[in-house]
Nanobody
């Protein structure tokens, strides 16, 4: 049973930066793609960024050029560097492990990012 623990969220002013981390409870990362998601208040959870096991990355248009996803398989950790943050980035951020396009691990508690204007 793999558990995911997200951390690194907080309150930041618009234009600031945060680095999120997602750690897995055991070694599983290297075989799968990883994704970051977010859920803003009263909105559906949305996919933000993906990194394949080979290191290829994809982002939704609204974060391209501002967010960077990366992974450290030796540490079972995936990161999300978020720069030039905007108030609309305010959300709870989650990660998950993906196989054949589907999340395969129970959702963690997420980490709250609040961007003030």
């Amino acid at each position: 049973h793999v558990q995911l623990v997200e951390s690194g969220g907080g309150l930041v002013q618009a234009g600031g930066s945060l680095r999120l981390s997602c750690a897995a409870s055991r070694s599983i990362f290297s075989s799968y793609s990883m994704r970051w998601y977010r859920q803003a208040p009263e909105k559906q959870r949305e996919l933000v960024a993906t990194i394949t096991r080979g290191g290829t990355t994809n982002y939704i248009d609204s974060v391209k050029g501002r967010f960077t996803i990366s992974r450290d398989n030796a540490k079972n950790t995936v990161y999300l560097q978020m720069n030039i943050l905007k108030p609309e980035d305010t959300a709870v951020y989650y990660c998950n492990i993906v196989s054949a396009g589907h999340e395969i691990v129970s959702w963690g508690k997420g980490t709250l990012v609040t961007v003030s204007s």
